[in-house]
T-cell receptor
């Protein structure tokens, strides 16, 4: 299965600022998925990023808040914009291809917003 | 509206005994179910899955059971080992779609 590197692994951010999370995959993949895990909650899909097209956002998530880039088949970024303490979460990048419906996840980026 | 529910936030068992983790779902469209294991500071890793055409799938010490009429699945770990201590997430999807819907997870602690 693919190997995924995410940066940063963790960060502490000030309210109102924005942070960009990077996701690098060791192989070419068609779709990349961004998930969020708020404290004590399930992993929730934010959006699906396809190379060469706009990301597809799930209900409750908007492009202005979570802009995504997908410049090529091995890389994607997720920006968390105008952060508030409610954005304190683990953000995870994932890709498919390891088997039927099986996703491989990166280690996640733990953001704390003060 | 939570479509996948893991009602036990935590479970503690003795080494060598059986661990049973439960999961319920509400969406009848789901036809593929997965279990993931997550250690602290790591991403979730795939453990085992089951299609709705089966009621049991086994892989070594791990067995997943599916009861479609009850919309319930369970993960059995026999025998449990201290290295199994982790958070276990149940996930559901429609076969062919890579969109997974996750439960909140159950933290398993296996005591030596």
């Amino acid at each position: 299965s693919a190997v995924i590197s995410q940066k940063p692994s963790r960060d502490i951010c000030q309210r109102g600022t924005s942070l960009t999370i990077q996701c690098q995959v060791d192989s070419q993949v068609t779709m990349m998925f961004w998930y969020r895990q708020q404290p004590g909650q399930s992993l929730t899909l934010i959006a699906t990023a396809n190379q060469g097209s706009e990301a597809t956002y799930e209900s409750g998530f908007v492009i202005d808040k979570f802009p995504i880039s997908r410049p090529n088949l091995t890389f994607s970024t997720l920006t968390v914009s105008n952060m508030s303490p409610e954005d304190s979460s683990i953000y995870l990048c994932s890709v498919g291809g390891a088997g039927a419906n099986v996703l491989t996840f990166g280690a996640g980026s733990r953001l704390t917003v003060l | 509206d939570q479509q996948v529910k893991q009602n036990s936030p935590s479970l503690s068992v003795q080494e060598g005994r059986i661990s049973i983790l439960n999961c319920d779902y509400t969406n009848s469209m789901f036809d593929y179910f997965l279990w993931y294991k997550k250690y602290p500071a790591e991403g979730p890793t795939f453990l085992i899955s089951i299609s709705s055409i089966k009621d049991k799938n086994e892989d070594g010490r791990f067995t997943v059971f599916l009861n479609k009429s009850a919309k319930h699945l369970s993960l059995h770990i026999v025998p449990s080992q201290p290295g199994d201590s982790a958070v276990y997430f149940c996930a559901a999807s429609v076969l062919g779609s890579e969109k997974l819907v996750f439960g909140k997870g159950t933290k398993l602690t296996v005591n030596p």
